[in-house]
């Protein structure tokens, strides 16, 4: 069933889901939302199963007019929602009917917002995923980002009524970032560089899409007489890589192979503020160790195990 | 080649096994057989498994496994790694149109190298290039085996676009883009066959571990097999 005509895209607004797993072996790379927890809170507002497709909208969010009546919830970045004329609010779902007009006044706080739907946006799925992948042209809407004229269809929802979570669990998205990192794969090809990857602030600049974000600041610098680049191997989300130039940049979730070095890797439940940082916040990096990150991903998991138990009572 | 399997933290969700450190079709075989093994006796945990060159990323989930148990498993693997049979590589043909505006760098690559145009077409169609890897782009194989008599430098202005069925040389290296991107190789020629393509299954045409031979074809033969495609 219809949900949405887009009356506008917006700068950047693409269906995603939680991935596509198994294809980088070939060359296609995991695609997804950016910020997994605030996907999963916006799936879980409107009462979807793990894994369901949203929308994930950049900068400056869609215009969407309302074909049916449904329910959806907004998380993540604050583009400051509009509903009609008045301000929607986020981290709750909210009934929206026909007509209705969803729009966005500009960056807030936070980069990427998630509009979820009640029965997830219905895209048809491509190796197993209904995330977007432009450069494959494979996902979403015909592979590409969302284009005036679109119709977005939802699956078939089961929740019907607005809940809200407690705002004890709602992030903040600030411009100075703690960014939390394990050492490696190549650390050993760095000595004082390690020491300036964590005692520098890094600027985000421009060059940040859902690849990577290229980092301004201090030159990381190499080890003097090891090979500046490797041979190429895989990479994971997070990844810091250091080209030749000494300017980091951390991979996201389109790159599967690279031949620069990775000096550490931010941890999984960090990802997320990485693709909630605009051009111009300021990142700095702490390091942690692999019990540590894991015990770590552990309590987001049973935060978030948590919220969706507060939304079933 | 490693004695002993190298471990890398990828973060905390990724760990790096290295099996050496060159670019070498043994080295590149162990990757490949650890891989299999992964594909055949899955161990609990793993999420998903990339091999390159020389190494191999195991994703795994942190809820059910850790590296310390994956190094353990993987070390054990080693002395039995015949019980998984690397299945016999085969070859791939790609026809490639060669030159014109299908290849418009191939005079260039013929004077780097003083040789004629219909020389590096030769000397490309002679030899059989072993597939190490996929990456980069959906389909996109790294290919070992490249005569250095055509070694070429990469353009000093990369393309903006590359049209997909490219195909190009850049310094050892030579490839095929399987879908339009930007780019820096040299280009030599163009296929008509589609190494991606996601309504097929599977949606990649090469496999790691195979060979890849180019046959010359001309330009009404590259629109005869272009035609075949649906759309």
Known sequence: MEIFTVIQPGAYTTVQDRGRFGYQQFGVPICGVVDVFAYQVANALVGNLQGQAVLEATVFGPRLEVVNQGLIALTGGNLSPVLNDDPLPMWESVAVHPGDKLQFKGIRTGCRAYIAVSGGIDVPMVMGSRSTYVAGKIGGVEGRPLAPGDRLNKGKGRAKVGVRISPAFIPTYSADIEIRVILGPQDDYFSGGIETLLSSTFTVSDKADRMGY????????????????????????????????????????????????????????????????????RIHFVQVGLEQAHRILKEEEEKLESIRESLRE | MFDKPRFLLAGDKGLLVEFGDAIDPEINRKVRHVFLSLEKGPIDGVIEVIPTYRSLLISYDPFQTNPEILEKEILDRQGKLDQWEIPPPETVEIPVTYGGDFGPDLDFVATHNNLTPEQVIEIHTSGTYLIYMLGFTPGFPFLGGLSERIFTPRRENPRLVVLAGSVGIANNQTGVYPIDSPGGWQLIGRTPVRLYDPTESPPILLKAGNYLRFRRISGTEFQEIASRYKD
Do not use: F, N
Not at chain 1, 216 to 237: C, F, L, M, Q, Y
Not at chain 1, 245 to 263: P, R, S, W
């Open chain 1, 214 to 281: 290229r980092l301004e600041g201090d030159t990381i610098a190499h080890r003097e007489r090891v090979p500046k680049s490797i041979i190429s191997e895989p990479s994971v989300p997070g990844g810091i890589q250091v080209p030749p130039d000494g300017q980091a940049i951390i991979l996201l979730v389109e790159q599967t192979v690279g031949g620069y070095t990775k000096i550490a890797t931010v941890i999984s439940s960090d990802i997320g503020k990485v693709g909630q940082a605009k051009p111009g916040d």
